[in-house]
């Protein structure tokens, strides 16, 4: 059966209908265009309007005879005034559209994919922070995450930069394991390749997670302002420490920076320093650092058991002692500064009980520096010697009576050839590179509370001196100024801080070439040969026999 063909009026109608919505719908844009200005100035008006209700409202009543008065008073003096009404007429009209003018509007929540990202990791936290016994469980599976939320910002990107989380009563929050649990959970949640800080309350039973900023690399080695017995390990966080140090940017500029600061000396309580790292961590541009801040009020004493020459830039300076990379000027060097540190005690004691100060050779601090002892005490040990960190007692025990300062510097994979001594006390330590939470806590004896990211500058760790807290640390670039690859800005910087070479004695100067000419000579005629000479008697006479 053929189809009958749609009545014109009734195909055409639907084009017609929306031909005649667009019409309507450009008149209104149109219209609203030319009277813009009319519609801000009359919102204007309204608000004008509703707050001088307000403000009427909320005069007392004894006040309102007086207002009213003023206000009529006001009225007739600008109705007097020559233009007054037309002055007031415009005042009034720019005031309503000033009040009336669109604003931006702030946008007070989180939009579709943060809520997303909110609410999902609301629903991860449920098993951390809720118990089948809570009748009113916080955390519950398609529960309200912003009762549990407080504060929350987000990145460009959409990814979260500080949450504030508020957790039961109940939860375990002084067990490290469970505090490593959630902040694991949040590290993976939040997106990993950030540095992320902890900072659990649990008076308040809260949780404040923020993303920390990278800590500047820019800052090279330079002289820092610091007074005898105070060295520069890093820079860290401008909230961890309340000392500020004057540097020199990268661009010339002077800034103040929030260094970690160590103290040396009798008074000291953290007197000697482990720092450990992976190759390539810098661990040994830290012990360069401490050197050359070290060289102006004291002396040094560098044992370098890898042999690679790093050191080779303070050969020969001015306080320099000696800088050892061989098994026997290790052993030598370190037998002397047992003795050294033995005889510093006996000269001080024995000042001290004649009732006078120290003798000024046992004031001036000295510094051994060890890197790699471990390679050392594996060479000792396949030659039948004894280990040099065993040679590292008396200095270490002693070491901060006889001002005598210990920095030893080891890479992971040899910590557990350390001995004991060095590991008592040495309770300055310093980790720097890539580390697992592990590692760190096992050199520094708690955990820090920022996750580790796995790909860091060199120079970048962490510091704990003594039983403080646990601190970012950034060390100041000191590379070896003879490597190519080290860039020209910090080859300088390490140059100008090395001390001078002082010249060669003349007892230790080579003598000078002498030309002798040399002048032919006739020899002599043989002399006659002497007599020979009579033998010596003997010293005594021999005595004659009795009878």
Known sequence: MARRPLPRILSSGSTQIARGREIARTAADSATDVLHPLITVSRGLRKLAASARAKWAATPKERRGPTLFLVAACVLVVALLPYGPLLALVVLMGAAAWKGRERPVARTGPDEAETARLKGLYEALVPYFSVPEDPSPLFSHGGDWSGAFGEYAFDGDGRLTRLRISYPPYFADGEPAARARVEQL????????????????????????????????????????????????????????????????????????????????????????????????????????IALQALPHGDVLIVEGGGTGEYACLTGRAGVLAVECGLSGALASLEWAAHETERRLIAANRARQAGLPAPEDTRRPLWILLD??????????????????????????????????????EQFDSVD??????????????????????????????????????DVPAGRGYARLGTGPVLRLQVPATPDPYDDATSDAHRRAVLDLLPERPPASPATAPAPTVVIEKIPVTAPDPAPAASPAPAPGPLHAPVPAEG
């Open 186 to 289: 949040l590290h993976a949640k939040s997106g990993r390749g950030r540095e992320y800080r902890f900072d659990w309350d649990e008076e308040g039973n809260r949780l404040v997670l923020s993303v920390l900023p990278a800590l500047p690399t820019t800052i090279a080695a330079q002289r820092f302002v610091t007074v005898p017995g105070e060295t520069v390990l890093g820079f860290t966080d401008a909230d961890a420490v309340r000392r500020t140090v004057p540097v020199l940017a990268a661009e010339g500029a002077t800034e103040d920076a929030p260094a970690v600061v160590w103290r040396t000396g009798p008074r000291s309580t953290e007197p000697h320093l482990l720092a450990v790292g992976q190759p390539g961590s810098g661990t040994t541009s830290l012990l360069r650092s």
């Open 372 to 409: 790699r002892p471990g390679v050392l005490g594996h060479l000792a040990a396949a030659d039948g010697r004894p280990d040099p960190q065993e040679l590292l007692q008396v200095p270490l025990r002693h070491g901060r009576a006889a001002q005598v300062t210990v920095v030893v510097a």
């Open 417 to 454: 050839m350390l001995s004991e001594a060095v590991r008592a006390h040495t309770r300055a330590r310093i980790v720097l590179g890539p580390a697992a939470p592990g590692q760190i806590e096992a050199v520094l004896g708690v955990q820090p509370h920022t996750t580790p990211t796995p």
